[in-house]
Structures are given as structure tokens and as C-alpha cells.
């Protein structure tokens, strides 16, 4: 019961606890140690809410050190004279502690935002942004929401400020077209689709090719034409995403991989021409699958999306670093960037200041916390979060991306 009632006040133990060192009534072996985290404990005493001006206790080092600290002192205290009491007060202290310092931490901790909810993001299957270099035009996909059935191009413009209602792209709108990419020149955007190679036919190819489109002088957009072999084969290509030196990342299933789909990488020639793709290897391909590669520009780093069995969810994001001339072996980006759902669709806004990418975690994977109202239901049913796929941002700091 006495634990208990210092676990329901534990701010009431840790005046005790101080009063006990003000009136030495403990050991001076434990007294010695004890000052050691008297100004913390004095800290959590006075501390009435978790906030930026909080102690330096409720971050992850110092929430260690803490702990490392009061461990010691309960192990004194087993040594010591009618100490139980007093080891029960430290224990209390400790979780008082440990609730605080993950509050702070989960709070300090940068969250994935759902970019433009009911503009871009809207409860549809929204997915696979990309940015014109100056940042004031997107491309991204809305999909069926089977995800597979057809995925179509749309377009936003940046207008004072606010982000315009998305109109299907020009060059998309009749067959299904996916992962846009713009090069940093703003003259030429690449995207997959499963249009037929002869544009007089109507019926879609089986498979998905890689395709570009360039820039008109007016400001518009040409034709698209097909990259052809070597970059496309008799299977689906997916994802082109090209290094400051033209070679081209892309997924693709074609034979020789790993897995399903690999990721491959073509060097682009002299000629402006492409060298037959080689595979990442090991490093980043396995027997499952890999797909959707963000190649860093100077190809110092690789994001890409893979569905391992290993992973937090149905499908997860992987960072590689090329080091010593091969790629390391691919890590985990871990929460809060992966979650239950699938991530994929990874991306750098051009200024660098955020990390894109799209997810189908659900509001409805955590408790609610209470009960909701019809309304409520409906809302979050066909709106932003609601598993379908949506549009994320986070801080790029928080990738805590190797130099």
C-alpha cells in the first residue's frame, strides 16, 4: 500500500525523499552519492509540466545517466539499515523519472505531417510527390483504392501562398502513369506507365516502361517518349530517379535479380546514351523485394522500399550508404518514419529541408480514446489518415543521415 500511495503522489516521495537529505537522516555513504542527482530530483519536485525549458534529465542521456545513478544508490541502500523504505522512495523516484523523460522525449521527437490534408492529401489514395525545382509546382498519383486498377498523374501549382486544386496532368489521364520525377534542370520529367509503345493503340501494355517528357520552350510539355532498352525490358521498370551525373536508379522485376524486383542502376554514356543496368547487389537486393530508390545526388546515399519480413510493417523504408566503393548493408529508417502500414515513395524536398514520403498508416491503428460520433466517424473514415495512402513530410534532421 505504501508503494502504491507513493506511485499515485509520487511528487509527495520526492519530498520526503529531499527532506530526508536536508535532516541527515541518511547514511553519509548514501548522502555523498545522493548529491549527485539532488538538483535533478530538486527539479522534478518544482517541475509542474514537460515543456522545452524542462531539466536536461528528460532527454534520452540524461534520462540514462539518471538512472544509472539511482541504481547505484539502491544498491547502497540494500547494504544500509532499515533502507527499504528509503529504496522503495528511490524505485518511485525512478518511475516518476521514466514516465516524464519518455513524455519528453516522444514530445521533442520530430512527427511525420500530413502535407496539405484536404488540398493534396485528401482520403484518397495520394501518393508520390515530386517538386519542380523552384517549389512551386507538384506532381503527384492519386490511385483506385486497390491501389493496382489505375494510377493517374496530377498536377498543383503553388498560387500566394495556398496550393491550387489538382487538375490531372496533360500527358496523363488515360492510362495508368506513376512515379514522376523532375530533373534539377527543370527540362525533362520522368514517370513509368503502361501505355502502349505505338500511340495509335488503346489497350495498356502488361507491363510498366520508363518514359519521359521534355520541356517546351512555351513552358509546357512534349510528347512522351519511351527510354527503350537497355533502361526497359520485357518486365516492369518502376521509380527512375537519376544522380547529379545522369546515371539512372530505377526498380525493376526484370530476370537476374534477387528477388522479385531489384533495384539496377544504369551510367549514363558520353552520348547521352545508357550502359546496360547493373544490380546493387547483396547489399541492397535480397529474395524479396526492393523497389522505389532515392539516389542522394552525389550518390552517397540510397532510400529505397523493401517488404521484409524483419520489418516494422507491411513494407518499409531502407537507408545504404556507399562507403569504400559498395553499398553497406541497408538499415531500417525506423519509427516514427515506419510504421504498421506500408512507406514507400521516398523523396528530398530541392531545398533540402524535408523528407517526403507516402504512407498508409491509419488513425485507427491506436486507441481513440474515446467514443466517437458519427460524424467524427465519417470524417476520419473518408479523410486524410484513413489507411488509404497519404502524403507525409518530416523534418530532414530527422533522418540523422551519416556524413
Not at 552519492?33 to 534529465?57: H, V, Y
Not at 521534355?214 to 510528347?223: A, F, K, S, T, V
Not at 524536398?349 to 466517424?377: C, L, N, Q, V, W
Amino acid at each position: 500500500m505504501r508503494m502504491y500511495s507513493i506511485l499515485i503522489h509520487p511528487r509527495g516521495a520526492v519530498s520526503r525523499y529531499l527532506a530526508a537529505i536536508q535532516n541527515g537522516r541518511l547514511s553519509t555513504t548514501i548522502n555523498a552519492a545522493t548529491k549527485r542527482i539532488q538538483g535533478l530530483i530538486q527539479s522534478i519536485r518544482n517541475l509542474e509540466d514537460i515543456n522545452d525549458n524542462s531539466p536536461n534529465w528528460a532527454t534520452q542521456d540524461g534520462f540514462l545517466n539518471f538512472c544509472g545513478t539511482t541504481l547505484a544508490l539502491c544498491l547502497r541502500a540494500l547494504n544500509q539499515d532499515n533502507s527499504r523504505s528509503l529504496l522503495r522512495e528511490y524505485l518511485a523516484i525512478t518511475l516518476l523519472v521514466t514516465n516524464l523523460s519518455a513524455q519528453k522525449i516522444a514530445s521533442s521527437t520530430p512527427q511525420p505531417e500530413i502535407f496539405q490534408p484536404g488540398v493534396i492529401s485528401t482520403g484518397d489514395f495520394d501518393t508520390h510527390i515530386e517538386f519542380r525545382p523552384d517549389q512551386k509546382q507538384i506532381f503527384f498519383l492519386r490511385l483506385t483504392p486497390d491501389y493496382n486498377l489505375f494510377w493517374t498523374m496530377f498536377e498543383s501549382h503553388l498560387v500566394q501562398g495556398k496550393w491550387s486544386t489538382p487538375q490531372i496532368a496533360p500527358f496523363s489521364g488515360q492510362f495508368s502513369d506513376a512515379d514522376p520525377f523532375i530533373t534539377p534542370d527543370n527540362k525533362h520529367l520522368y514517370f513509368i506507365s503502361n501505355r502502349p509503345l505505338d500511340p495509335k493503340q488503346t489497350k495498356p501494355k502488361d507491363d510498366f516502361d520508363i518514359w519521359v517528357v521534355d520541356r517546351e520552350p512555351n513552358g509546357g510539355w512534349g510528347e512522351p517518349r519511351n527510354l527503350g532498352a537497355p533502361i526497359n525490358s520485357g518486365a516492369s521498370e518502376y521509380y527512375p530517379r537519376m544522380a547529379a551525373d545522369g546515371t539512372l536508379y530505377f526498380g525493376s522485376e526484370r530476370p537476374g535479380g534477387r528477388g522479385n524486383a531489384d533495384i539496377w542502376r544504369s551510367k549514363r554514356n558520353s552520348d547521352g546514351t545508357y550502359a546496360e543496368p547493373e544490380n546493387l547487389g547483396d547489399a541492397i537486393n535480397t529474395e524479396e523485394n526492393e523497389f522505389e530508390p532515392y539516389i542522394a545526388p552525389d550518390q552517397s546515399y540510397l532510400i529505397f522500399m523493401a517488404k521484409r519480413k524483419s520489418g516494422l510493417g507491411a513494407g518499409d523504408l531502407y537507408i545504404s550508404y556507399f562507403r569504400d566503393g559498395k553499398w553497406t548493408q541497408a538499415e531500417n529508417l525506423g519509427e516514427p518514419i515506419n510504421s504498421s502500414g506500408y512507406e514507400f515513395a521516398p523523396k528530398f524536398s530541392p531545398d533540402g529541408k524535408y523528407f517526403y514520403f507516402t504512407s498508409t498508416r491509419s488513425i485507427f491503428s491506436k486507441p481513440i480514446g474515446h467514443r466517437m460520433t458519427t460524424a467524427e466517424f465519417n470524417k476520419a473514415l473518408h479523410g486524410p489518415g484513413n489507411s488509404q495512402g497519404d502524403i507525409y513530410r518530416i523534418d530532414a534532421d530527422a533522418l540523422h543521415l551519416k556524413k
